[in-house]
Every structure is written in structure tokens, then in C-alpha cells.
């Protein structure tokens, strides 16, 4: 596919996304602009920023395990986020400054899941040899173990404070919480600026560990780099709106179909695209279709189980 093709493609994703951020804004707004912009104006900044992270971090993670059907949920590391967040209110309560506090709960839960990658590649991966699916089976134990404590917890957790945990185990994209926007954007940032010089060895790692070896790429280095920023990316959306499990795998398939490359720099752009607008034009239709009798959340995973389900069935026909 020519680059014109690919140009052609993100002015039309682009065109569609600024349509629906002009209909976001401006639907029901009856000229109330001084309350209307920054409110939902917030509200906006939070939809393309999680469609950003969601897609980057799903593509780079599929590429490292050669699989488009894995997600980095499969490490843990939404559970280690329910652990931490169901610990805190367990061990001190809803008024610790732990909770109250939400730029220090954000920065500790990216710590972390920066901490649990780092322990996954350098204890699991690192010693055994380069296994990735064996990290990936340590990763998925993990998990259910995070969840398993969790579950515990909440059991035991005073009623009044398990309310109070709920607004952050479900993911919600109507109780987004807005205050985390500015040193989200910024981590943001900093980690696209430290993961570009990286773009040109996922391109290698797409046909595989043993090629991008002998082409000289040093997949340890760039392993351990990109761990890092999709710990970074899913901690960011998570703490944004929520444990999420299908729209990465759904943004970074599509993505997949519509520009048909192997070259990331574009499909980070055409599946950051097509985040933004899963996530903006799907808030109007759960609003003004369906008047907020369903919310955003349950729409997309019902979408991405739905097509997760085809992949699989494709996967099995081509194997048969």
C-alpha cells in the first residue's frame, strides 16, 4: 500500500474524529458554552487520551508475543491495580491520604505495574531463557492470584467503603476522574518520547525473535523497554476509567485490517484513531441513543468478546 493510500485512510479517520468531537460538544448544549466546554471538554481530552494508550500498548504487546489475540491484561497487571486499590481501603480506609490523595494513588499504581513487569521479564523471562509464553502462563497465574486476594478482601471490607471501591473497579466512562488528566498527559509524553527511538526494532521484532536476532536488534533492550511503556499505558487507562479487557485487542485488529502494514508508526496513528473515535462516537450513541440505559463500557467489551470469538474461530479454521 502506497503512502498515499495511508495518508488518504488518516484524513478520513480524522475527519470522522473531528466530526464527532464537534457533535460531543456542541449536541444539547442550548449555548451554555461556559459550562458546557469544560466539562465535557475534560471529558473529551480523557476519551482520546485512553484510546491512544489502549491501542499503542495492545499493538506493541501483540508484536512482542507474536500473537494478535493477546492483550496486556494477560500479565496481571489490571488485577495488581484491583489488589492495590482493594489493599488500601482494607488496611487504611476510604479517609487515608493514600485514597484521598489521587495523583499520589495514580503515581504508586504506575510504579507498580512498572515494578511487576520488571519482576516478570527479569525473574521469569530473563532466566528461562527467552520463553515468552512461559512469562505470559506466569503473567495469567498472577493474575488470578491478584484477583483471588481481592475478592478476599472485599469480602471482609466494611460495606461503606466497599461503595467507595466500586467507582474504581468497574470501568465507567461516566465518572471519569478528570484531576488525573495533567500528569497523565505528562507520563504520557515522556514515555512516547523514550518508546519512538524503539519504532524501528518492533518492525523487526514483527517477523519474529529469532530474524530480529540475526538482523542484530537487541531484543533484551527492547523487551524490557516496551514492558515498561505498556505497564505505563495500561496504567493510565485504568486509572482513567477502569479496568478494560477488549477495546486494545479491538482498536489494534481493526487497525490490523484497515491499513494492512507491518510499519508501527502507522498503525500506532491509525489505531489511536480509531480508539478516539470508538470511544467519543460511542459515548453519543450511549447518550443520545440509548438515553444512558446502558453504559460505554459494557457496549465495547460485548463488541470486542463478539470479535474475539470470530478471530479465534478464524484462527482454528486456518489451522485445520
Not at 492470584?145 to 465507567?172: C, G, W, Y
Not at 485487542?249 to 487497525?255: E, K
Request: proline share 2%.
Amino acid at each position: 500500500m502506497s503512502n498515499q493510500k495511508y495518508t488518504r485512510k488518516f484524513i478520513v479517520l480524522t475527519v470522522l474524529l473531528l466530526g464527532l468531537i464537534a457533535a460531543y460538544l456542541t449536541i444539547e448544549s442550548n449555548g451554555n458554552w461556559a459550562f458546557i466546554l469544560p466539562l465535557r471538554g475534560k471529558k473529551l481530552a480523557a476519551f482520546l487520551l485512553v484510546g491512544m494508550t489502549s491501542a499503542i500498548s495492545a499493538i506493541s504487546f501483540q508484536t512482542l508475543t507474536q500473537n494478535r489475540i493477546l492483550t496486556p491484561s494477560i500479565l496481571g497487571l489490571d488485577s495488581l491495580y484491583v489488589l492495590f486499590q482493594t489493599s488500601i481501603l482494607f488496611l487504611f480506609g476510604s479517609g487515608h491520604q493514600l485514597v484521598v490523595n489521587r495523583e499520589l494513588n495514580f503515581l504508586i499504581s504506575v510504579v507498580l505495574m512498572m515494578l511487576a513487569s520488571l519482576f516478570l521479564y527479569a525473574v521469569m523471562f530473563k532466566k528461562r531463557g527467552h520463553h515468552l509464553y512461559f512469562l505470559l502462563l506466569v503473567g495469567m497465574v498472577m493474575g488470578t492470584f491478584f484477583r483471588s486476594m481481592a475478592t478476599f478482601m472485599q469480602v471482609l471490607i466494611d460495606p461503606n467503603e466497599f461503595d467507595h471501591l466500586q467507582s474504581k473497579l468497574f470501568a465507567s466512562f461516566n465518572n471519569i476522574d478528570t484531576s488525573l488528566l495533567v500528569i497523565s498527559c505528562v507520563i504520557c509524553f515522556v514515555t512516547l518520547l523514550f518508546i519512538l527511538p524503539e519504532l524501528k526494532y518492533l518492525n523487526v521484532l514483527s517477523l519474529g525473535r529469532d530474524q530480529a536476532i540475526n538482523l542484530g536488534v537487541d531484543v533484551s533492550k527492547v523487551t524490557i523497554k516496551l514492558l515498561l511503556m505498556i505497564a505505563v499505558f495500561t496504567a493510565i487507562a485504568t486509572a482513567l476509567v477502569g479496568p478494560l479487557l477488549f477495546l486494545g485487542f479491538l482498536v489494534a485488529n481493526i487497525a490490523y485490517q484497515v491499513f494492512q502494514t507491518y510499519r508501527h508508526g502507522i498503525l500506532f496513528i491509525g489505531a489511536s484513531l480509531i480508539g478516539m473515535i470508538a470511544l467519543v462516537g460511542g459515548n453519543l450513541i450511549v447518550e443520545k441513543v440509548f438515553h444512558l440505559e446502558t453504559t460505554l463500557s459494557v457496549v465495547l467489551e460485548f463488541v470486542g468478546g463478539i470479535y474475539f470469538i470470530i478471530l479465534l474461530l478464524k484462527e482454528r479454521k486456518g489451522e485445520a
